[in-house]
C-alpha cells in the first residue's frame, strides 16, 4: 500500500512540471494515474481482509482504469458520513476523469468535431483533478485503523459491480439515494441500496407473473404500456416470412414480430412492458423475457436464431486481392462452419408450437433450479452461434446439448411419466430411427463422459442431431404440461 501511495505523489510532482510547462492534457494523465495508484493501495487494503476465493474479483478490479479510479474516490467514503456537496461531487467522477484522460492523450481520427489533445484538456478542466488528487493523498491510508468484515467486504464487491449497470446507476445516483447516505451513513446506505434494488426486481417479477395470465388471451383487456423494447434476431435456418408473423400478432397481445426489409432471414420483436415495472426492472424482466423468446424460437423451429448474425464463417479476411491479374477474389474453408439446415420457412404451425414452447417452459420468475436443462441448452446455442474459422466448439456444443437432455430426463421426470426412457442411450433406443444413428450418438455419449472424444468424430452435424434430440425431448415436455392443463381445466 505505502509503496503505490509513494509512486501516487512522485506521479502528481510530475503532474505539477507538466501544468508548469503549459502541458495541462499530460497533466491531467499523469494526476489520473496517481489517483489510480491511490485506488489500487485501497484494493490491496481491502484484498487483506477478504478470503481466498476473491482473488479473481481483485484481479479485475486492478486491471480496470476506471474500477481503480472509482475506489481511490469511493474508498475513504465508506468509513465516515461524508457531507452532502462531497456526496454531489462524487457522481460519476471516475468515468469522466477516465474520459477526460483519453481526449487528453490521443489525436480524434475523425475530422468531424475535431479537437487537439492539448485543447481536449485545459487548465481550467485539469484544476479539479489537481485539488482532488491533492487532497488524497494529504489523508492517511483509508483503511488505516479499519478492520473490514467478510459481510463489509462483499457489499463493496456487489456495490462496484452494480454501478457498472447504467440503468442501476440511474437511481443509485439520483438525489433520493444520496439524501439517503446523508441521513444514514455510507455502510447502511449501501444495504438498503441492495435491499431496494433486490426488491425492486422482485416485484417486479411477481407482478409480470401475475400479469402473464392474460398475455395470450383473446380480446383487448390489454395494459397500459410503458415500455417498448425492440430486439433484432438472426436466424441461420429459416427464412422470414409476413404472413405467420401477422397471424401470431392478432394471437399475442405483449409480443409482436416483424419482419426486416431486405433481410428475409432477420426478425425483429417488441416486447411491451407494461407500467407496473418500474425503471430498475425493466432490463432484467426486457431480457428474461427476450432470452426466453430466444429459446422458445430455437426448440419449436428445430433450427437456429441468435442475437447477431455469425460471421467469419469461412474467411477471416476484409479482403483479397490478386495483384498480378488485378482481381479480387474470395478463397476460404469449405464447407462454411455451420450445419446444412433444409430449407425452411417460420410458418404459421412452427410459431403456434413457439407459444406453446414460450408458455410452458421455465419462467424467468421461476426458482433456478427449474431451468438448468433450459440453461444448458441455451449455452449450446451460444456455442454453435459463436463457432468461427478463429475458435470452433463443437465438442463443447454438443456436450451442452447432451447435459441439457440428460438433466430434462430427470427434472421433468413428472411430466414424461415413468414408462418414459430415464437415460440417454433408452431415449435413443425408443426412436424410431436406422441404427446407425443410435449407435454413433450412443457411442458419442459414452465417449464423451469417458472424456475420450477423438479429434473430428464430433462436427457440426454431430452436434445439430444432438440439439434435434433436445428440441423433441423438450417439445414432448411441453405438450403434455398443455395436456395436463387442459385435463384439469376439463
Known sequence: MEACRSHARDLFDG???????????????LATLSLEELGKAQLIGMKSFAK?????????????????LFWAIWGDVFGKRPDPKEIEELRGTATI????????????ASAEHFIAPKDAVTDDTLAPLMSLVEAKLALQPSLEGVAYKQEDLDLLSWFSNVTDDAEKRKFIFSKESFD????VGAKEWLTWLRDEIERASAAAMAALQKEMARGFTEGEEGQQEKWELKIRLFSQSHSIRPKPLNLWNNKVTWIKLYPVNGKKN????????????????????????????????NIASGGLFW???????????????DKENQMTGKIGRSPELKPGWPPAVLDEATLNQVINAFAMMPQPYDPPEKSEALN???????????????????????????TAAKTALRLYRADLGEEFPTDITALLSSFN???????????????YEAHTVTPGSITLSEVAEMKRICDALLMHVFATRIQNRRNTEK
Not at 476523469?97 to 480524434?108: A, D, F, S, T
Not at 430411427?433 to 465417449?447: G, I, Q, V, Y
Open 15 to 29: 503532474a505539477k512540471l507538466l501544468r508548469e510547462k503549459s502541458l495541462p492534457n499530460l497533466a491531467y494523465h
Open 52 to 68: 481466498d476465493d476473491a482473488d479473481s474479483w481483485y484481479g479485475k478490479q486492478f486491471e480496470d482504469h476506471i474500477k481503480k
Open 97 to 108: 476523469i477516465h474520459n477526460n484522460r483519453l481526449r487528453g492523450l490521443y489525436v480524434e
Open 180 to 183: 439517503k447516505m446523508a441521513v
Open 266 to 297: 432477420h426478425l425483429d420483436a417488441i416486447l411491451k412492458i407494461p407500467s407496473f415495472i418500474p425503471i430498475q426492472a425493466v432490463y432484467y424482466v426486457g431480457y428474461g423475457y427476450s432470452s426466453l423468446l430466444l429459446a422458445a424460437l
Open 307 to 321: 442475437w447477431h448474425e455469425p460471421k467469419n464463417l469461412s474467411t477471416f479476411y476484409e479482403s483479397l486481392v
Open 376 to 402: 444448458h441448452y441455451m449455452g449450446g446455442i451460444a456455442l454453435l452461434a459463436k463457432t468461427d474459422v478463429f475458435i470452433q466448439f463443437e465438442v463443447q456444443a454438443y456436450g451442452a446439448f447432451l
Open 433 to 447: 430411427l436406422d441404427d446407425a444413428f443410435k449407435k454413433k450418438h450412443a457411442d458419442l455419449n459414452t465417449r
